[in-house]
């Protein structure tokens, strides 16, 4: 199953749009009434304090969680419930805060499982390695390699990523979800726990994805300097709701998100 | 020499046993290649335990009873009539609704639980076929259909260094049944699509879900396979004596299998079941005097007990590897 057609959103346009969202769990309300859009071909950060919803909103776009009300436009179809098998082949991908990597694989077979629905031999000629499944398989194979040269991780090929640091556990995670292809990224702290030299390693990278492969990014950071340097757009969350949305000066100088971040004197 | 009659305790288990070994070799062989072939069965046991914990962490407790119902669709279908290869045919069709079965109604409304609630679940799941295949097929011994599945039987023998050692057609055709399944299994875990996303999501189920791979697919898929093994374990172990529900505890004489070769290994379960199999048969022939015979039924726990202490994750299991 394809995506459905993909150029009919230009660059600019809405891509993805939520409205109204809200999810709770019992009676803790993660998310209040949020709406927002994400357009063709920016990079768009959400932040707000911890607890503020940013995980919960990646997930309800990513489909992991169904909020009770509202709904998602994606590429102009509105869902209320999305399933993340719908989303991944829609052409979301995404990384988690707590890297989400199959352990006992190689890297080169964790990018390689981000290829899973792009490929569509029938397994019998898998299992022979012959014919068409074949080159399938080399087709695959370069484009993952393509993936390992730009993040530069061709020495951690065959390791076994659950030995690898966490600042490489992270790229190679990255790695899975560019192996998607993915029209939309969607990245949980991208730069949480690294030093600084593998920060700016990542905002490259980054940078890079949405310049090169013309990919729409949302992500999720603290790092205030880093959210101000990439995002075209930034939204800011606070206990669930939404308290500004524009480009990182406006939300710089937006009173709610000064009180939000530092107090407020009562 | 040290041992001289009346044979100490270490001249009767350290020396003794071997010079027999070596005095009459063909019992030796003998003894070896029957070890062998109920190595093979307990092997492809242990496949069906591993295809599961695999793909989804969770020990099946009833792979025993697969075993069971399997063999017992295939009896009780031909036995109404149904020709033996079209009731072979269907009873993978069984095999299948069953795992649709179980992924529907057993795993799918217990996804995201504690391992231990779905290893309780197989538990339940034991209980069901059990009832439900008596109920169907009732509870008396039958016979497996062997001829009329073409499996050869009748014996070969051949000598060997003065003596004779005989084979079974049937347990050869068994060796080569299971060696066939075990290539095929583990090629399509490490080389296909599916199998690269069957570990992916013994792994991280979220972290597969991001990537599109379908969880409720992927369950289905494995209940299959290991549905599958059972059936072909079923006709093996059914044909070499019988078809009852006598049969189900031999689930349990996989978990030493699966302590020695690893919970995920396909590979250790193979080894680990030949070295069972063929330990458990030289062990009771040599040594089972010593303790009054009978060894064999618990030898293959003591021996998986003691590697235990060695190697904690199996011959082949994966390594514990564990950030803190």
Not at chain 1, 94 to 118: E, P
């Amino acid at each position: 199953m394809r995506a459905p057609d993909e150029t009919t959103i230009k660059a600019g346009q809405t891509l993805l749009s939520v409205e109204g969202v809200s999810l709770s769990f019992g009676g803790v309300k993660a998310i209040r009434n949020v709406s927002f859009d994400i357009r063709k071909g920016e990079i768009r950060a959400i932040i707000g304090p911890n607890g503020a919803g940013k995980t919960s909103m990646l997930n309800v776009i990513n489909g992991f969680y169904h909020p009770q009300e509202g709904q998602i436009t994606f590429k102009g179809i509105k869902r209320k419930k999305m399933r993340p098998h719908d989303a991944a082949t829609g052409g979301i991908a995404r990384t988690f805060q707590n890297v989400a990597l199959f352990k006992s694989m190689t890297t080169l077979d964790n990018i390689m499982a981000g290829r899973t629905l792009r490929m569509h031999k029938s397994f019998f000629w898998q299992l022979l390695r012959y014919g068409p499944a074949e080159q399938e398989e080399i087709e695959h194979r370069r484009k993952v390699e393509e993936i390992i040269d730009f993040l530069e991780i061709q020495h951690i090929r065959r390791v076994p990523v659950g030995r690898l640091p966490y600042g490489l556990q992270k790229r190679v995670e990255l790695g899975r979800a560019l192996a998607m292809e993915p029209e939309l990224l969607l990245l949980d702290e991208p730069m949480a726990g690294m030093n600084l030299e593998e920060k700016e390693d990542m905002c490259r990278y980054v940078i890079d994805v949405n310049n090169h492969y013309g990919t729409t990014i949302a992500l999720i950071e603290h790092d205030m300097g880093v959210v101000m340097d990439l995002a075209n757009r930034v939204v800011v969350l606070d206990y669930g709701q939404k308290i500004a949305d524009g480009t990182p000066d406006e939300v710089k100088a937006n009173k709610a998100v000064i009180d939000a971040y530092l107090g407020v004197a009562h | 020499m040290l041992c001289v009659k009346p044979y100490s305790m270490f001249c009767k288990i350290f020396i003794i046993p071997f010079y027999e070994m070596w005095e009459l070799p063909d019992i030796f062989v003998q003894t070896l290649w029957e070890g062998l072939v109920g190595g093979t069965l307990y092997s492809l046991i242990a496949l069906g335990f591993v295809l599961i914990f695999k793909a989804s962490g969770v020990f099946n407790f009833a792979q025993g009873i697969m075993v069971v119902f399997a063999a017992l669709s295939l009896v009780g279908l031909h036995a109404i009539g149904v020709p033996a290869i079209l009731a072979l045919a269907l009873t993978v069709l069984i095999m299948l609704v069953l795992a649709f079965a179980i992924e529907r109604v057993v795993l799918r409304p217990l996804v995201n639980q504690p391992d231990i609630i779905l290893f309780m679940a197989t538990f339940g799941l034991t209980y069901f076929l059990i009832g439900f295949g008596e109920l169907i097929f009732g509870g008396d011994p039958k016979v497996m259909i062997t001829k009329q599945l073409y499996i050869p039987t009748g014996t070969l023998s051949f000598d060997f260094a003065g003596g004779r050692v005989e084979m079974q057609k049937l347990d050869i055709t068994a060796v080569v049944v299971a060696s066939l399944m075990v290539a095929v299994l583990a090629v399509f875990f490490s080389k296909t699509r599916i199998g690269r996303a069957l570990r992916a999501v013994a792994d991280s189920h979220k972290a597969a879900l991001s990537v599109g791979i379908s969880l409720n697919q992927i369950w289905i898929i494995v209940w299959f396979a290991a549905g599958l093994v059972a059936l072909v374990t079923g006709i093996m172990w059914g044909a070499r004596s019988e078809v009852s529900f006598a049969l189900e505890i031999i689930a349990l004489k996989a978990l030493p299998v699966l302590i020695l070769g690893g919970f995920t290994s396909i590979p250790g379960a193979i080894v680990g079941g030949l070295i069972i199999g063929v330990g458990e048969k030289v062990g009771e022939i040599y040594w089972g005097p010593l303790f009054g015979r009978g060894i064999e039924s618990w030898l293959a726990y003591m021996i998986a007990l003691v590697f235990l202490l060695f190697r904690p994750q199996g011959l082949f299991g994966e390594k514990i590897i564990e950030r803190v």
